[in-house]
């Protein structure tokens, strides 16, 4: 029977420092700890471009609207298959077609039926980029933008770039922190990504209301001062070490 009850007792010894391990090892406020941001900026060359292309027509009826929009947007398809271009390396990036209106003597007053007819035109050759532009603007389009960017694959791999040399920067700060006030780094508690990002280059952007004749002169001329740059990968992430 007595031996019962220190089984018991030895048990409940047990159990207790158990629960005593885990509160110490979980609770965290018997354990320092710093907390700590670590950031990185990755510079990349680009290595394709986009042109965007925008076709708008403005008629009196709807369906006139979208009419004329199907004939310029088939006329600048054709072209640029003729130019080599291939359907994955042509995207719609959006549509749509609304009443636009004017506001005259206070009064708001119909203009007509505008279809939108937005295109993205990928390439990794750069000198076709000027193609691209005399396809829409002989055809009536517009030129909405021409950004230089990452391709998927190459924007996966600055990120992850990015973020192992955020998180070697946070560990870094984590260790001159332990060492600063005496003591020494100790094991790597928690650690999170709070930010990744990189902006294209905008090599061109449309100037507000520009006419077909007008928008073409801008983008071709602007096409003859490209020079693209180094794009930057940032990538940031909290870490937690205990000290």
């Known amino acids: 029977m007595e031996l019962g009850k220190n089984a018991v007792l030895v048990i409940l010894v ?3 420092l158990a629960i005593g391990a885990y509160v110490y090892t979980n609770t965290g406020f018997q354990r320092e700890s710093v907390t700590v941001s670590g ?4 510079p990349i060359n680009p290595d394709y471009a986009s042109v965007y292309i925008s076709i708008e027509t403005l008629n009196d009826s709807a369906q006139d609207s979208k009419d004329s929009n199907s004939a310029i947007s088939e006329k600048v398809m054709g072209e640029l298959k003729i130019l080599g271009f291939s359907d994955k390396d042509i995207e719609t990036i959006n549509y749509n ?3 636009d209106y004017s506001w005259e003597n206070n009064q708001q007053k119909l203009k007509g039926y505008k279809t939108v007819n937005l295109l993205k035109v990928k390439m990794s050759d750069f ?3 000027g193609n691209a532009v005399d396809a829409a603007a002989d055809n009536g389009a517009l030129i909405q933008s021409i950004n230089f960017e990452l391709s998927p694959e190459n924007e996966n791999k600055a990120k992850a770039n990015a973020i192992e040399a955020a998180t070697k920067d946070a560990k870094l700060k984590a260790e001159a922190v332990a060492k600063g006030s005496g003591k020494r ?13 990189y902006y294209p280059y905008m090599a061109y952007e449309k100037t507000m209301d520009a006419s077909v004749a007008g928008n073409a002169i801008e983008a071709r001329s602007a096409i003859t001062q490209i020079n693209p740059q180094e794009l930057k990968v940032y990538a940031n992430v909290q870490a937690v070490y205990a000290i």
Request: aromatic share 8%.
């Open 97 to 99: 077609m609304y009443p």
């Open 39 to 42: 950031d990185a900026e990755i």
């Open 14 to 16: 047990v159990a207790l």
């Open 127 to 129: 000198d076709k980029v």
């Open 185 to 197: 780094l100790g094991r790597l508690v928690s650690i999170s990504t709070s930010d990744y990002r």
